[in-house]
Protein backbone atom coordinates (compact mmCIF):
# COMPACT_ATOMS: atom_id res chain seq x y z
CA UNK A 1 0.00 0.00 0.00
CA UNK A 2 1.21 3.46 -1.04
CA UNK A 3 2.00 5.71 2.54
CA UNK A 4 0.83 9.18 2.65
CA UNK A 5 2.69 11.19 5.64
CA UNK A 6 1.58 14.50 6.18
CA UNK A 7 3.30 17.48 7.45
CA UNK A 8 3.15 19.09 9.59
CA UNK A 9 -0.25 17.77 12.01
CA UNK A 10 -0.93 20.82 13.47
CA UNK A 11 -0.37 24.48 11.72
CA UNK A 12 -1.25 27.69 13.82
CA UNK A 13 -0.85 30.77 11.36
CA UNK A 14 -2.33 34.62 11.98
CA UNK A 15 -4.68 35.82 9.45
CA UNK A 16 -2.95 36.51 6.53
CA UNK A 17 0.30 34.28 6.54
CA UNK A 18 0.91 31.80 3.95
CA UNK A 19 1.05 28.29 5.13
CA UNK A 20 2.19 25.40 3.57
CA UNK A 21 1.00 21.35 3.91
CA UNK A 22 3.12 18.63 2.59
CA UNK A 23 2.24 15.41 1.73
CA UNK A 24 4.78 12.68 0.99
CA UNK A 25 4.03 9.71 -0.95
CA UNK A 26 6.11 6.38 -0.13
CA UNK A 27 6.00 5.56 -3.86
CA UNK A 28 6.51 7.86 -6.70
CA UNK A 29 3.48 8.07 -8.89
CA UNK A 30 2.48 11.13 -11.52
CA UNK A 31 -0.53 13.67 -10.30
CA UNK A 32 -3.20 11.40 -9.19
CA UNK A 33 -3.55 13.05 -5.83
CA UNK A 34 -6.30 15.48 -4.34
CA UNK A 35 -6.26 17.85 -1.87
CA UNK A 36 -9.48 17.87 0.14
CA UNK A 37 -11.05 20.65 3.85
CA UNK A 38 -12.81 19.07 6.24
CA UNK A 39 -14.48 21.56 8.64
CA UNK A 40 -15.53 20.45 12.04
CA UNK A 41 -18.44 18.66 11.98
CA UNK A 42 -18.69 18.57 8.07
CA UNK A 43 -18.18 16.09 5.27
CA UNK A 44 -14.49 16.72 3.17
CA UNK A 45 -14.62 19.36 0.79
CA UNK A 46 -12.46 18.55 -2.77
CA UNK A 47 -10.18 21.28 -3.37
CA UNK A 48 -7.61 20.58 -5.38
CA UNK A 49 -7.18 17.81 -8.25
CA UNK A 50 -4.54 15.89 -10.09
CA UNK A 51 -2.01 17.49 -7.61
CA UNK A 52 -2.38 20.95 -8.84
CA UNK A 53 -5.62 22.06 -10.69
CA UNK A 54 -8.03 24.17 -8.29
CA UNK A 55 -11.92 22.50 -8.44
CA UNK A 56 -14.64 24.81 -9.43
CA UNK A 57 -15.39 27.41 -6.63
CA UNK A 58 -12.29 26.68 -4.76
CA UNK A 59 -10.52 30.61 -4.08
CA UNK A 60 -7.72 31.01 -5.78
CA UNK A 61 -5.64 31.75 -2.68
CA UNK A 62 -5.36 27.70 -2.38
CA UNK A 63 -2.38 26.13 -4.74
CA UNK A 64 -1.13 22.98 -4.85
CA UNK A 65 1.88 21.23 -6.66
CA UNK A 66 3.78 18.37 -6.33
CA UNK A 67 4.68 15.05 -8.29
CA UNK A 68 6.89 11.54 -7.66
CA UNK A 69 7.21 11.79 -4.44
CA UNK A 70 6.44 15.02 -2.56
CA UNK A 71 3.22 17.09 -3.01
CA UNK A 72 2.15 20.65 -1.46
CA UNK A 73 -0.73 22.87 -0.58
CA UNK A 74 -0.59 26.36 -0.01
CA UNK A 75 -2.82 28.86 1.32
CA UNK A 76 -1.18 32.35 -0.08
CA UNK A 77 -2.97 34.68 2.81
CA UNK A 78 -4.58 32.67 5.54
CA UNK A 79 -8.30 33.28 6.25
CA UNK A 80 -10.70 32.32 9.08
CA UNK A 81 -12.93 30.50 7.00
CA UNK A 82 -9.42 27.86 6.38
CA UNK A 83 -10.02 26.66 9.65
CA UNK A 84 -10.03 23.00 9.56
CA UNK A 85 -8.34 19.39 8.70
CA UNK A 86 -6.33 19.11 5.36
CA UNK A 87 -5.57 15.93 3.61
CA UNK A 88 -4.24 14.53 1.00
CA UNK A 89 -5.21 11.21 -1.20
CA UNK A 90 -3.63 9.32 -3.69
CA UNK A 91 -5.39 7.29 -6.97
CA UNK A 92 -2.25 5.77 -7.64
CA UNK A 93 -3.45 2.54 -7.01
CA UNK A 94 -5.49 0.41 -4.85
CA UNK A 95 -5.97 0.83 -1.66
CA UNK A 96 -6.33 4.59 -2.10
CA UNK A 97 -4.76 5.86 0.89
CA UNK A 98 -5.23 9.10 2.58
CA UNK A 99 -2.93 11.39 4.66
CA UNK A 100 -2.94 12.02 8.39
CA UNK A 101 -4.86 15.33 8.26
CA UNK A 102 -3.04 18.34 8.58
CA UNK A 103 -5.09 20.97 11.29
CA UNK A 104 -4.92 24.46 10.55
CA UNK A 105 -5.79 26.74 13.51
CA UNK A 106 -5.69 30.29 13.25
CA UNK A 107 -3.41 32.59 15.84
CA UNK B 1 -28.14 20.56 -7.47
CA UNK B 2 -25.67 17.34 -7.02
CA UNK B 3 -26.48 15.70 -3.82
CA UNK B 4 -25.67 12.56 -1.65
CA UNK B 5 -27.68 11.38 0.89
CA UNK B 6 -26.25 8.36 3.55
CA UNK B 7 -28.59 7.01 5.46
CA UNK B 8 -29.09 3.27 7.65
CA UNK B 9 -26.25 4.26 10.52
CA UNK B 10 -27.11 2.92 14.29
CA UNK B 11 -26.01 0.99 17.07
CA UNK B 12 -25.18 -2.29 16.21
CA UNK B 13 -23.98 -5.60 18.36
CA UNK B 14 -20.62 -6.56 17.17
CA UNK B 15 -20.65 -9.32 14.56
CA UNK B 16 -24.28 -7.80 13.33
CA UNK B 17 -25.08 -6.68 10.17
CA UNK B 18 -26.48 -3.64 8.73
CA UNK B 19 -26.78 -2.26 5.70
CA UNK B 20 -25.96 1.52 4.48
CA UNK B 21 -27.51 3.31 1.41
CA UNK B 22 -26.99 6.55 -0.16
CA UNK B 23 -29.56 8.10 -2.45
CA UNK B 24 -27.87 10.58 -5.06
CA UNK B 25 -29.77 13.47 -7.31
CA UNK B 26 -28.33 15.78 -9.86
CA UNK B 27 -26.37 14.02 -11.71
CA UNK B 28 -26.37 10.71 -14.14
CA UNK B 29 -25.73 8.41 -11.40
CA UNK B 30 -25.27 5.22 -13.60
CA UNK B 31 -22.52 6.65 -15.27
CA UNK B 32 -20.20 7.60 -11.94
CA UNK B 33 -18.23 5.13 -9.75
CA UNK B 34 -18.78 5.51 -6.25
CA UNK B 35 -16.86 5.36 -3.06
CA UNK B 36 -17.40 4.72 0.57
CA UNK B 37 -14.95 6.47 3.02
CA UNK B 38 -15.37 6.17 6.60
CA UNK B 39 -13.94 8.51 9.37
CA UNK B 40 -13.73 7.45 13.06
CA UNK B 41 -14.39 9.67 15.81
CA UNK B 42 -11.72 11.90 16.34
CA UNK B 43 -9.40 10.21 13.64
CA UNK B 44 -8.77 11.04 9.89
CA UNK B 45 -10.39 9.80 6.70
CA UNK B 46 -10.11 6.08 5.48
CA UNK B 47 -11.26 4.29 2.43
CA UNK B 48 -13.27 1.51 2.68
CA UNK B 49 -14.38 0.90 -1.20
CA UNK B 50 -14.91 1.68 -4.56
CA UNK B 51 -17.58 0.40 -7.00
CA UNK B 52 -17.45 1.76 -10.80
CA UNK B 53 -20.25 2.19 -13.10
CA UNK B 54 -20.41 0.55 -16.22
CA UNK B 55 -18.00 -1.86 -15.47
CA UNK B 56 -18.90 -2.57 -11.48
CA UNK B 57 -15.76 -3.72 -11.10
CA UNK B 58 -15.25 -3.05 -6.54
CA UNK B 59 -12.30 -2.59 -4.82
CA UNK B 60 -12.40 -2.71 -0.75
CA UNK B 61 -9.51 -1.67 1.80
CA UNK B 62 -8.05 -5.12 2.98
CA UNK B 63 -10.13 -4.17 6.93
CA UNK B 64 -13.00 -4.95 5.07
CA UNK B 65 -12.70 -7.20 2.00
CA UNK B 66 -14.64 -10.20 2.66
CA UNK B 67 -17.31 -8.51 5.53
CA UNK B 68 -18.62 -5.33 3.67
CA UNK B 69 -19.92 -5.81 0.17
CA UNK B 70 -20.86 -2.69 -2.27
CA UNK B 71 -23.33 -2.74 -4.73
CA UNK B 72 -25.53 -0.08 -6.47
CA UNK B 73 -29.25 0.22 -7.72
CA UNK B 74 -29.14 2.40 -11.34
CA UNK B 75 -32.67 2.36 -11.47
CA UNK B 76 -32.98 3.66 -7.95
CA UNK B 77 -30.10 5.76 -8.02
CA UNK B 78 -29.06 4.34 -5.04
CA UNK B 79 -25.68 3.30 -3.45
CA UNK B 80 -25.15 0.49 -1.15
CA UNK B 81 -22.88 -0.81 1.55
CA UNK B 82 -23.93 -4.00 3.23
CA UNK B 83 -21.77 -4.80 6.23
CA UNK B 84 -21.37 -7.82 7.88
CA UNK B 85 -19.15 -9.32 11.16
CA UNK B 86 -19.13 -5.77 12.39
CA UNK B 87 -16.43 -5.14 14.85
CA UNK B 88 -16.04 -2.65 17.44
CA UNK B 89 -13.05 -0.66 15.13
CA UNK B 90 -15.81 -0.20 12.37
CA UNK B 91 -17.77 2.36 14.79
CA UNK B 92 -17.44 5.32 12.33
CA UNK B 93 -19.00 8.33 10.01
CA UNK B 94 -19.75 6.81 6.92
CA UNK B 95 -19.56 8.70 3.61
CA UNK B 96 -20.15 8.05 0.57
CA UNK B 97 -18.51 10.37 -2.45
CA UNK B 98 -19.20 10.45 -5.73
CA UNK B 99 -15.67 9.57 -7.99
CA UNK B 100 -14.76 11.96 -11.18
CA UNK B 101 -11.95 9.64 -12.73
CA UNK B 102 -11.39 12.28 -15.35
CA UNK B 103 -10.39 14.50 -12.17
CA UNK B 104 -8.84 11.47 -10.26
CA UNK B 105 -11.11 12.90 -7.06
CA UNK B 106 -14.29 12.67 -4.65
CA UNK B 107 -15.49 15.55 -5.94
CA UNK B 108 -19.01 14.96 -4.23
CA UNK B 109 -19.23 13.82 -0.62
CA UNK B 110 -22.70 13.37 1.45
CA UNK B 111 -23.37 14.22 5.07
CA UNK B 112 -22.49 11.42 5.87
CA UNK B 113 -24.23 8.44 8.76
CA UNK B 114 -23.00 7.18 12.35
CA UNK B 115 -22.70 3.61 12.57
CA UNK B 116 -21.90 2.90 16.47
CA UNK B 117 -20.55 -0.90 16.83
CA UNK B 118 -20.86 -1.35 20.82
CA UNK B 119 -22.24 -4.28 23.10
Known amino acids: DIQMTQSPSTLSASVGDRVTITCRASESFSTWLAWYQQKPGKAPKLLIYKASKLQSGVPSRFSASGSGTEFTLTISSLQLDDLGTYYC?????????FGHGTKVEIK | EVQLLESGGILVQPGGSLRLSCAASGFSFSSYAMSWVRQAPGKGLDWVST????????YYSDSVKGRFTISRDNSKNTLYLQMSSLRVEDTAVYYCAKVDFGKYALDVWGQGTLVTVSS
Open chain 1, 89 to 97: QQFHTYPWT
Open chain 2, 51 to 58: LSGPGGST
